[in-house]
């Protein structure tokens, strides 16, 4: 049985998002930069992936995951914003980005953010009521804008080996294939409906799986807990899933799991069908390009923190400039 959980997406049936049992509609104006229209559409879609993580990491949401959601909405709002302000201050430029290259974004975004799943990206699409050219123009602006920033700021000191080379150690893993990544852990299954204990409830059932978090997180053995506890085809084996391909896991969950220290205890998950506990015992990345390969993307991190203060200055003027209004709904 391999670990499958349904993507939590900021629930967007019929236009809407639900966030705590409120709806909020996703085909209405987020915000209005010089007149030129942020859609909730947008915001939305690049919210979801963070949303579906969150929604996994905290089961009953509580102040942390409003604080985490809050400050993601705000800080993609932000971005979109001044990408708009850029791409006003550019536009008489007639910069253009080769469609090549937008795929090749969009790839590695399906990549990175959707285990590979070019279906379970489609559907996200499909559920934010974004058509492909839609997010594909989304795309595209972002590139614009990265190579408009880089034109105004390309008086910037040029890299040097040492700098490109210390940039590259930095992120290197971060460029890596990740559909090539292998993990190994084991896991402790709690389901929100117990068929050998009628009076179970979906709350009750979190409360063992905390219980049950605590326990091994005092130094219970995580194995012998799975063997007692775990309701799944794995119980047996103490839990253990061994060298799993991260393309069999869920985006949310293999973020977590790939994200979290070996040998500490994660949890509890929420999953469609209860609650999960996990131990990372090892992973396994994929492989990370050559810096020759990716050598023009490392020079351009090296000038982008150069030029950073230099840059803060000049969009927060441009803001200042800027009319901006965002929706208070």
């Not at 880089?150 to 890299?159: G, K, N």
């Not at 490109?164 to 299954?189: A, G, H, M, P, W």
């Not at 351009?300 to 803001?319: A, L």
């Amino acid at each position: 049985m391999v670990i499958k959980m349904v993507t939590f997406l900021a629930v967007l049936h019929l236009g809407t998002l639900t966030v705590n049992s409120q709806q909020i509609e996703v085909n209405a104006i987020a915000a209005k930069v010089n007149g030129s229209a942020i859609t909730k559409n947008e915001v939305a879609f690049m919210l979801s992936p963070i949303y579906a993580q969150l929604t996994t990491q905290f089961p009953r949401r509580g102040p942390e995951f409003e604080k985490q959601f809050t400050e993601a909405r705000e800080k993609i709002l932000q971005e979109l914003i001044d990408r708009r302000i850029i791409l006003d201050e550019f536009k008489q430029v007639g910069a253009s980005i080769r469609p090549y290259l937008i795929d090749e974004e969009v790839k590695r975004q399906i990549r990175e953010l959707y285990n590979g799943d070019e279906s379970l990206f489609r559907e996200e699409l499909k559920k934010s009521r974004m058509t492909m050219d839609g997010y594909r123009e989304m795309t595209r602006e972002k590139m614009v804008v990265q190579a408009m920033r880089a034109q105004q700021f390309s008086d910037a000191p040029p890299p040097l080996p040492n700098e490109i080379q210390n940039e590259y150690n930095e992120v290197n893993s971060t460029l890596r294939d990740v559909t090539k990544d292998n993990i190994t852990f084991r896991k402790i299954f709690i389901p929100s409906a117990d068929p050998e204990n009628p009076l179970a409830t979906p709350e009750t059932q979190l409360a063992l799986a905390e219980d049950i978090t605590k326990q091994a997180k005092e130094g219970k053995s995580f194995e012998e807990l799975a063997k007692t506890y775990s309701k799944d085809a794995f119980a047996d084996l103490g839990g253990l899933q061994d060298n799993l391909p991260r393309t069999d896991l869920s985006p949310e969950f293999s973020a977590i799991l790939f994200d979290a220290p070996e040998n500490q205890v994660v949890g509890p998950l929420l999953d469609p069908r209860g609650f999960t506990l996990v131990m990372v015992l090892s992973k396994v990345l994929g492989p990370a390009p050559a810096l020759s390969a990716v050598r023009p993307m490392i020079e351009e991190r090296v000038r982008r923190k150069k030029t950073s203060e230099q840059y803060d200055r000049w969009i927060e003027s441009r803001r200042k400039q800027a009319m901006v209004t965002i929706s208070k709904n």
